[in-house]
């Protein structure tokens, strides 16, 4: 168990280290956003995969109700997008557009393929089936090691600076965390709509 616990917070603090990288202002210029995050995921699917591998089956069922929680979240998201103008006019807007201008300058078809297939995947490996799994394992209680798990995914975004992308990250993390403690045995559909979702929000049907 002790080696479970140095594992776990050695791979959330390279987590903290990766996003920092990736999002704060003083580093996310190094190397190209959509380079680094691709690389990232894959540093997660390395960091989680001896302890999800066997966690990773898929049924039908899981395709549907992933279809479905990706189109509940964008809703979500939609209506989260026009009351945060209501209640923030002045900051509310320019800082969700400086999100999308992340994908200014790549192609949106290459972008769309990385979210499917690495970055939304293993998110979901990582964040539920590896972090939020063990935490509610090794903690006195699961349900503690769920909001743990949630809130330490909305923290990482911390350093980008980005109000709106820190609750947005808040927000998906109560939705995937919640639902990965209320069915463990779904993780297939939380992959699938973690991907569908990143990729339809971000590319196919951004939030204006």
């Given at each position: ?18 996003w ?5 202002p003083?580093?996310k ?11 990232s995921?894959v ?30 979240l ?5 209506v989260?997008?026009?009351v945060?103008?209501w209640i ?27 979210l499917l ?31 743990a798990a ?23 993390g109560?939705?995937?965390?919640g ?8 993780l ?12 339809a ?5 951004p939030?204006?």
């Amino acid at each position: 168990m002790g080696s479970s616990k140095s594992k776990l917070i050695l791979s959330v603090v390279v987590a903290f280290v990766l996003w920092t990288f990736m999002f704060s202002p003083w580093t996310k210029t190094i190397i190209p956003f959509w380079y680094a995050m691709t690389a990232s995921a894959v540093v997660l699917i390395v960091l989680a995969w001896r302890q999800v591998k066997t966690m990773l089956h898929f049924e039908w069922k899981d395709l549907f109700l992933g279809i479905g929680i990706a189109l509940v979240l964008w809703g979500v998201f939609w209506v989260g997008d026009k009351v945060s103008q209501w209640i923030f006019p002045s900051f509310a807007r320019p800082q969700v557009d400086a999100i999308y201008a992340m994908k200014d300058g790549m192609n949106p078809v290459v972008i769309s393929l990385l979210l499917l297939f690495i970055i939304g995947p293993a998110e979901e490996l990582f964040w539920r089936a590896y972090i939020q799994h063990t935490l509610c394992q090794v903690l006195s209680k699961p349900i503690i090691g769920a909001v743990a798990a949630i809130m330490i995914y909305a923290l990482v975004h911390v350093f980008s600076l980005n109000l709106m992308l820190i609750l947005a990250a808040l927000v998906c993390g109560v939705i995937w965390g919640g639902l990965y403690y209320l069915m463990p045995q779904r993780l297939g559909a939380l992959i699938i709509s973690h991907a569908l979702w990143d990729a339809a929000v971000f590319i196919w049907f951004p939030i204006m």
